[in-house]
C-alpha cells in the first residue's frame, strides 16, 4: 500500500504530516511512503532526508494518481480535491464538526475520510494518537511567547543597577491542555501566574503548575462529557464575565484558550473588562475565529491596539508558527493512527472499532460519522472547497 505526504497548503502552514524520523516505521510495516516534492520544507526536512530515511519523492500529479492513502496535517484545499481518487482514503486534522461540507465532498467522491479531531481521547492506547493534544501543546507554549513578545516590559522579576522591573503578572483562561502549556511556560520565563477555568478538576493541574487558580464566587461547574466544557447559559455566563472582569483589570497579561466542542469559542473577556486593563497590557486571545473568540473586538489572524492602549492579538496558526516540533509530534500521532488502521497491508475499516468509529468519517461514498452525518442534515449549504 502506498502512502502519500502531502505538502500542506493552507496560508501560513509550515507543519507537514510526517517526518522523516517516522519514515521507517512504516516501511517496516510493510507500506511504501511518497512525499510530495517540498512537503517538509517548510519544517526544515530537506526532500534528502527523506530520501535516505526510505521514502520516495515525487510530483503532485504522480502522487495522487498512485498513492492509496494520503497522510495531511489540514484539510486538502480546492485543487486536492479535484485529484482525490475514489478508493482513496485522507488521514489528518478535518475539522469535520466546523466543516461539514468538506466531508460531504469527500463522501461524494468516493474518498474515506479519517480525522484525528473525533479520536476518543481518555482511553491509554489513544495518547500516542491524540494530535489535538499534541498541536495544542505546542500552541499553549507558543502563545506564551507572543505575549512576552508583544508585552513591552519583562516577564520575570529583575533587580540590576538601573531599577527593579516586577515581574507581569499573568492569567491563563481556559486551562486545558494549551492553557497548562501556556502556564508552564510563563511560569519559566519568570510571571506571576494565574489560571481559570469552569472545570473544576482543573484547580489542582494548575496549582500543580505553581500558579493561583482563580474561583469566582458566582462558581458556575460546567464539566461536560468526556472532560471537555459545556457551554453555559447566558445567565451564567453573564455572571462569569462580570465577575472575571475584576480579575483581567489586575492582570497585566491575559492568554484565552477557551473552547466547547462543536460551538463557537465563549467570550470570556468583555468590552467593558478591556477597557478596565492598563495601557500597555496584552491580550493573546487563542479562541480567536472568523465566528468570535474568547475577547471582544478580538480580530482573528490579526493585531488590535484598542484606544486605551490595550493590545489584542487574534492568535492563528501558533502551532504552524513553531513548525518543527509539531510536525515532530504529529507525524507520531498520525503514524500511530495508521497503523493502527492497518491489517495486513491494507487499510482495513471497521466502524465497530471504538476508535475507528470516532475517526472514520466518510467510508464507501457515505457519511458514516453519526454527529456529521447528523449536522449535514440540518444545515444543508454547498462547500466552500477553500
Ligand atoms: P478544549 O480545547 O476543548 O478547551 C480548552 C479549555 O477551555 C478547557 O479546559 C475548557 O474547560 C475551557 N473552557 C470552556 N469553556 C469555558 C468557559 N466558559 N470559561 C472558562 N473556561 C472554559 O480543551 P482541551 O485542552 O482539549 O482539554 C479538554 C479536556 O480533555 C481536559 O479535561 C483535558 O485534561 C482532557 N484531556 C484528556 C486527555 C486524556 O485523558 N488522555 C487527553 C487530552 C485532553
Not at 479519517?114 to 498541536?135: E, F, H, I, K
Not at 516586577?166 to 494549551?178: E, I, N, Q
Not at 502551532?319 to 495508521?338: D, G, M, Y
Request: aromatic share 4%; glycine share 10%.
Amino acid at each position: 500500500m502506498k502512502v502519500a505526504v502531502v505538502k500542506e497548503s493552507a496560508p501560513g502552514e509550515r507543519r507537514v504530516a510526517l517526518v522523516p524520523e517516522t519514515v521507517p516505521r512504516l516501511t517496516q510495516a510493510g507500506l511504501e511512503v511518497l512525499v510530495e516534492a517540498g512537503a517538509g520544507d517548510g519544517a526544515w526536512f530537506p526532500d534528502s532526508a527523506y530520501t535516505a530515511a526510505g521514502a520516495a519523492v515525487t510530483s503532485t500529479e504522480e502522487l495522487y494518481a498512485t498513492a492509496d492513502v494520503i497522510l495531511t496535517v489540514t484539510r486538502p484545499d480546492a485543487a486536492a480535491l479535484k485529484r482525490l481518487r475514489s478508493g482513496q482514503a485522507v488521514i489528518g486534522m478535518l475539522s469535520p464538526l466546523t466543516d461539514p461540507h468538506l466531508v460531504s465532498d469527500l463522501a461524494a467522491a468516493g474518498v474515506t475520510a479519517v480525522s484525528l479531531d473525533g479520536l476518543p481521547r481518555t482511553l491509554s492506547r489513544t495518547q500516542v494518537m491524540d494530535a489535538l493534544s499534541s498541536q495544542a501543546n505546542v500552541a499553549g507554549y507558543k502563545a506564551a511567547l507572543v505575549a512576552a513578545d508583544a508585552y513591552g516590559r519583562f516577564f520575570p522579576l529583575l533587580i540590576t543597577a538601573a531599577g527593579t522591573a516586577r515581574p507581569a503578572k499573568l492569567l491563563v483562561l481556559g486551562t486545558g491542555v494549551a492553557g497548562l502549556q501556556a502556564i508552564g511556560t510563563a511560569r519559566r520565563l519568570g510571571a506571576q501566574v494565574s489560571g481559570y477555568d469552569v472545570r473544576p478538576a482543573s484547580k489542582g493541574e494548575v496549582e500543580s503548575l505553581g500558579a493561583t487558580y482563580i474561583e469566582l464566587t458566582s462558581a458556575v461547574s460546567a464539566a461536560g462529557e468526556g472532560g471537555y466544557a459545556r457551554e453555559l447559559t447566558a445567565e451564567e455566563r453573564g455572571a462569569q464575565q462580570a465577575e472575571l472582569a475584576g480579575h483581567i483589570a489586575r492582570h497585566d497579561v491575559v492568554i484565552t484558550t477557551a473552547q466547547v466542542p462543536g460551538r463557537r469559542p465563549p467570550l470570556l473577556v468583555t468590552e467593558d473588562a478591556v477597557r478596565q486593563m492598563s495601557a500597555g497590557s496584552v491580550i493573546v486571545d487563542m479562541g480567536a475565529s472568523p465566528l468570535g473568540g474568547n475577547v471582544a473586538g478580538s480580530v482573528a489572524g490579526e493585531t488590535v491596539v484598542t484606544a486605551n492602549g490595550v493590545t489584542i492579538i487574534g492568535a492563528q496558526h501558533l502551532a504552524a508558527a513553531v513548525p518543527t516540533a509539531a510536525s515532530n509530534a504529529f507525524s507520531r500521532n498520525i503514524s500511530a493512527l495508521l497503523l493502527h488502521l492497518v491489517n495486513e497491508g491494507t487499510l482495513a475499516i471497521d466502524t465497530t472499532d471504538e476508535i475507528q468509529a470516532g475517526v472514520v468519517v466518510t467510508h464507501g461514498g457515505e457519511v458514516v460519522h453519526p454527529a456529521v452525518a447528523k449536522l449535514l442534515a440540518a444545515e444543508p449549504t454547498p462547500s466552500q472547497g477553500n
